[in-house]
């Protein structure tokens, strides 16, 4: 037979309702009586209802986090980061990988509206801003980060893609080069917008011309890293010096750069956008500009307690950029 409040509360010797504030934490029962409530319940293996808990009060313990993929440091780092600080101030955290769909996001922000989730953490496609707001207005914990949702009314954290782009490239400048290539994401993302402008204005600030053939801006795929690595080698004049700005086209572009006869750096620098931790492993380390992944959790994370705890929320949209860090390794040095 299972276990009820009343049984829990008969075999406690208290009244139904003083068990339920026993069993919930309330400060007002005093702590002899709910160490009693509480050994009658494990005694009973008694199950709290925790729909009927979450209709009383208006929380479920549950956030939610929309991520585009768990293959990339970035996002792998942002769930972890946040599912740890979850499990320190008693919320689980249901985590949704969409591929960046904006349809398969939208369904699972209606999945959290749907079943009273208390926050979520949009690190997805920069879509879906009316969902977004509904939460926001529904008195939910919502952060955004990764891209911009525009129209949105929740506080966001993001690199600062821009810096990002400018920090590698004024490297490669600073060590000589001039011919620079850049593959980059697509220009309606947030990020492939935002890093093509700090490459253009790097190079612009030095007086260098930005060449057609060696910008290749495409979709956040190996496939497509692959083909625009092998575009730019079997250039008649090649680049000296390489951008990744596609985090993923990284993972097809340094399998064509390994295939290639170039060795690098002495006849090819490189430098990724984002770190992962098997660059540091590669042949020779990587050169990279880290992002700041798990400060940018942290900093979401921050937000996010801010709004569950009735902390003053956000009046109007707060914005953070995160600043990134160059991390030299053995990929770069003066052209050849």
């Known amino acids: 037979m299972t276990a009820t409040l009343n049984s829990v509360a008969a075999a406690a010797g208290v009244s139904t309702s003083t068990a339920s504030r026993a069993l919930s934490g309330h400060p007002s029962v005093l702590p002899s009586t709910r160490a009693r409530v509480e050994a009658a319940a494990s005694a009973l293996s008694y199950q709290p209802n925790r729909m009927a808990s979450a209709l009383r009060t208006r929380r479920t313990g549950l956030l939610g986090l929309v991520v585009n993929n768990l293959r990339t440091a970035t996002f792998h780092t942002i769930a972890e980061t946040l599912q740890d600080w979850a499990a320190q101030h008693g919320y689980q955290?249901?985590?949704?990988?969409?591929?960046?769909?904006?349809?398969?996001?939208?369904?699972?922000?209606?999945?959290?509206?749907?079943?009273?989730?208390?926050?979520?953490?949009?690190?997805?496609?920069?879509?879906?801003?009316?969902?977004?707001?509904?939460?926001?207005?529904?008195?939910?914990a919502v952060v955004t980060m990764n891209r911009e949702v525009p129209g949105s009314l929740a506080p966001s954290v993001r690199a600062d893609y821009e810096q990002a782009a400018r920090l590698a490239t004024e490297h490669l400048i600073g060590l000589g080069h001039t011919r620079i290539a850049t593959i980059g994401g697509p220009p309606d993302v947030t990020s492939g917008r935002l890093h093509h402008a700090g490459?253009?204005?790097?190079?612009?600030?030095?007086g260098l011309p930005v060449v057609d053939e060696l910008v290749q801006r495409g979709p956040f795929t190996p496939g497509f890293g692959r083909a625009a690595a092998t575009t730019l080698l079997g250039l008649a004049e090649p680049p000296t010096a390489l951008l990744l700005g596609n985090h993923e086209a990284t993972f097809g572009a340094l399998p064509a750069l390994g295939a290639d006869s170039r060795r690098v750096p002495d006849q090819l620098s490189v430098v990724c956008t984002e770190d992962e931790p098997f660059y540091s492993w590669w042949c020779p380390p990587l050169t990279a500009v880290d992002i700041r992944a798990a400060h940018q959790a942290r900093r979401t994370a921050a937000m996010l307690l801010d709004q569950l705890t009735g902390g003053g929320g956000y009046p109007g949209r707060r914005a953070e950029l995160v600043e990134p860090v160059l991390l030299e390794r053995g990929t770069t040095a003066p052209p050849h």
């Open 199 to 206: 490459f253009r204005t790097a190079m612009a600030d030095a």
């Open 93 to 140: 955290v249901l985590v949704s990988t969409t591929n960046g769909c904006p349809d398969r996001e939208a369904a699972f922000l209606e999945t959290v509206r749907a079943h009273h989730f208390d926050g979520v953490v949009v690190a997805g496609s920069g879509a879906n801003g009316d969902l977004v707001n509904n939460l926001v207005q529904d008195g939910r």
